[in-house]
């Protein structure tokens, strides 16, 4: 049974025309299915469905350990995003758990982001970026239902687009319940950078920059 409404595939079809870069979705499972991991895997086969420029490999997370390796990959279900073709770019933009409810949007906006190479930060944030010389790790805590969460995502992923220095990471809150407690996350979104600093909501661009900064005093 197909997850994507026809009403939705033919949407997709349009804004998919915009792609001008390969795409490739990199999705961790195993052989006995953690929860949601065949879900994932489905979501992503039916988006590559709706265009010649997007791509799914599917990869066994204990089998394939050296490429998961590869990839920082340390949970699943695991999503990674990289440009696809001949000149394959890791951007560091991963999922952790299904990117389905609200987050649905954040994989479509990261597919186009990819594929047509803009970001859309602006001229200070990317000055910024390029003038990084530590590394950040920044993990967005979600839920399936938050409606506030995928601007944090995205924005996340769209620094980590812009620098690689930068590694973004959305995490399924519910279906990471250690990761949760561990970084005391009550509510959603809540992005947390390098381990020891957070920030609580989909903040605008301006002050999660400020906030980088402060993280990297």
């Given amino acids: 049974m197909s997850l994507l409404r026809e009403k939705d595939r033919q949407h997709l079809i349009k804004e998919f025309a ?17 929860d ?20 799914v490999e599917v990869h066994d997370f204990v089998a394939d350990k050296a490429l998961a390796d590869k990839y920082g990959v340390d949970k699943i ?61 920044l993990q ?25 220095l930068i590694r973004a990471d959305m995490v399924e809150a519910s279906e990471f319940p250690h990761l949760s407690m561990k970084y005391n996350v009550m509510g959603v979104p809540r992005t947390v950078i390098n381990e020891d600093w957070h920030v609580e909501g989909a903040v605008p661009e301006a002050m999660l920059i400020a906030q980088l900064q402060d993280a990297l005093k």
Wanted: with cysteine; hydrophobic share 40%.
């Fill in 77 to 137: 279900p695991a999503t990674v995003l990289v440009r696809g073709g001949g000149e394959e770019k890791d951007y560091g933009i991963r999922y952790y758990g299904i990117p389905s409810g609200y987050e649905f949007t954040s994989l479509i906006h990261d597919i186009l982001m990819i594929g047509t190479g803009e970001t859309g930060l602006s001229a200070q944030t990317k000055a910024w970026v390029a003038e990084l010389k530590s590394p950040l790790h």
């Fill in 18 to 34: 915009a792609l001008k870069n390969p795409v490739k979705l990199v999705i961790f499972t195993q052989e006995f299915e953690c």
């Fill in 140 to 164: 967005v805590f979600v839920t399936p239902t938050c409606p506030y969460c995928p601007p944090a995502v995205l924005l996340a992923h769209k620094l980590a687009m812009e620098s690689d």
């Fill in 36 to 55: 949601y991991c065949r879900e994932t895997r489905q979501i992503a086969e039916e988006v590559a469905e709706l265009s010649n420029l997007i791509t």
